[in-house]
């Protein structure tokens, strides 16, 4: 008879096992994140902040909600705003997207990003590469106090190149097929800028948490917090040994709120979701307030609204999406001080 009950007990040690480790795992990442939490919010740097184009955002669905994407991240664009989103995708996922100032490109500069995550059953895998350029940039010299062109103009191009995985916890297989508790992420990059003639390279590195909470709620969907911490190494340029730019660490605080069937019609459905976020780029920098709304309309329209409040820069948004099969086709609208940037993104899921 005791024989009997070997596979079942042998069973329920599995689960004690991975419940364990689950445990563990979240209780080490948390504490890690508190850690260095705790280091950005202490720690005065001095200098520039390098890999400025880092901080702009990607991906026209969650720029047109005001940058309030960390506690969301379902899409490929996770390797930037959160890596643990990628837990959350359950399907092939490619990004491409194009950003530009104004209508004219050689106004301010122009963007472009590629991402694609791939899951298995051992997490989520993903990779991104992020382009800047700003083209015709003069030569100046400081003359008696002011500054003289040179006649000569040079273009700054600067890059990142991402790695990423993400996963879910526990681990479906010794849950009973329920749903992940705490979605964990990781993110490492190597980037390289070239101005002027001078180059400089340089790495960075993300930790990431989402948690999602289910509300029982004929209104309200699902609620999900998030929390990114960023880690950028610090640069010298190449014959210039002597001014180096410092390392930076920033964090990106959030949440995010689900609405279902705000109308339900016989063949019409109107679903929301709001977010919110704090954002701090860097030691130096101020706070900033991100929030933002999207509107899914019949299933296939989708309308945002977003903006940010920022010590120097605030900023509006306005965005649209339309969903196809295997698809989706977004734009968003930023008005900035310094400029306004257009955004088209497409997302494949395969």
């Excluded at 004690?16 to 979240?26: E, G, M």
């Excluded at 700003?134 to 991402?162: C, N, P, Q, R």
């Excluded at 917090?225 to 180096?244: A, F, M, P, T, V």
């Excluded at 306004?340 to 899921?349: A, E």
């Amino acid at each position: 008879m005791a024989d009997s009950y070997t596979p079942w007990n042998k069973e329920i040690k599995m689960k004690k096992y991975s419940r364990l480790k689950s445990i563990f795992s979240i209780s080490l990442l948390l504490f890690i994140l508190a850690v260095f939490h705790l280091y950005a919010e202490m720690e005065s740097g001095s200098g520039g902040e390098p890999w400025a184009f880092l901080k702009t955002g990607v991906g026209a669905r969650a720029i047109g909600m005001g940058g309030a994407f960390v506690a969301i991240s379902d899409d490929s664009t996770a390797v930037y705003w959160n890596p643990a989103g990628l837990g959350l995708l359950k399907k092939r996922s490619l990004t491409i997207m194009h950003a530009l100032p104004y209508w004219n490109p050689t106004d301010m500069g122009t963007h472009q990003y590629f991402s694609l995550c791939y899951p298995t059953t051992s997490g989520n895998f993903g990779g991104s590469l992020n382009f800047f350029r700003i083209g015709d940039i003069e030569y100046t010299e400081e003359v008696f106090g002011g500054f003289e062109f040179l006649g000569k103009t040079d273009t700054d191009t600067e890059w990142a190149l991402s790695f990423s995985y993400g996963l879910g916890l526990p681990d479906h297989s010794f849950n009973d097929g329920g749903e992940p508790k705490v979605f964990l992420g990781t993110t490492g990059r190597f980037m390289g800028q070239r101005l002027m003639g001078l180059s400089a390279t340089g790495s960075g590195a993300d930790l990431g948490i989402i948690m999602p909470i289910k509300i029982k709620n004929g209104l309200f969907e699902t609620l999900k917090l998030g929390y990114i911490l960023k880690y950028n190494s610090s640069r010298s340029w190449s014959e210039n040994d002597e001014y180096i730019e410092p390392a930076t660490m920033g964090w990106q605080l959030g949440a995010s709120l689900g609405f279902n069937n705000i109308i339900n019609l016989p063949s019409e459905k109107l679903k929301a979701t709001l977010a919110l976020s704090v954002i701090k780029t860097s030691e130096n920098s101020p706070k900033a307030i991100a929030a933002g709304i999207e509107l899914k309309i019949l299933e296939v329209i989708l309308a945002r609204l977003g903006g940010q409040l920022k010590e120097y820069n605030n900023s509006l948004t306005f965005g649209l999406g339309f969903v196809f099969p295997y698809s989706q086709l977004d734009y968003a609208l930023a008005f900035e001080k310094m400029a306004t940037r257009h955004q088209m993104s497409l997302n494949i899921n395969l």
